[in-house]
């Protein structure tokens, strides 16, 4: 059984920082991309920050030169930095990522539950 679990969120004021972490655990071989998505309250969930294993970086637009993506792929952790926090930035944030198991033949790819992230003053 493989698990990601996010932690971090919470209630924050415009201009303000969280970090947001997600740990994945289970018999788990490697894992390739590790991803950030959100869902905000009638909107279709959308990808904020990737990275690769090799340590490759992507970011949506709205959010380049605020959010940071890292890893610690000896802790199965990914982390999302984000800074300069706009009302617009609230929402439920996943964590999402490829990963290969001993039972699988391929990669897989698997969503945490996610962490609500709000800011507003």
């Known amino acids: 059984q493989v698990q990601l679990v996010e932690s971090g969120g919470g209630l924050v004021q415009p201009g303000g920082s969280l970090r947001l972490s997600c740990v994945a655990s289970g018999n788990i071989l490697s894992i390739n991309d590790m991803e950030w998505y959100r869902q905000a309250p009638g909107k279709q969930r959308e990808l904020v920050a990737g990275?690769?294993?090799?340590?490759?970086?992507n970011y949506a637009d709205s959010v380049k030169g605020r959010f940071t993506i890292s890893r610690d792929n000896a802790k199965n952790t990914v982390y999302l930095l984000m800074s300069s926090l706009k009302p617009e930035d609230t929402a439920v944030y996943y964590c999402?990522?490829?990963?290969?198991?001993?039972?699988?033949?391929?990669?897989?790819?698997?969503w945490g539950k996610g962490t609500l992230v709000t800011v507003s003053s």
């Open positions: 999402h990522a490829f990963l290969l198991r001993p039972e699988a033949p391929w990669d897989m790819d698997y």
């Open positions: 990275a690769t294993s090799g340590g490759s970086t």
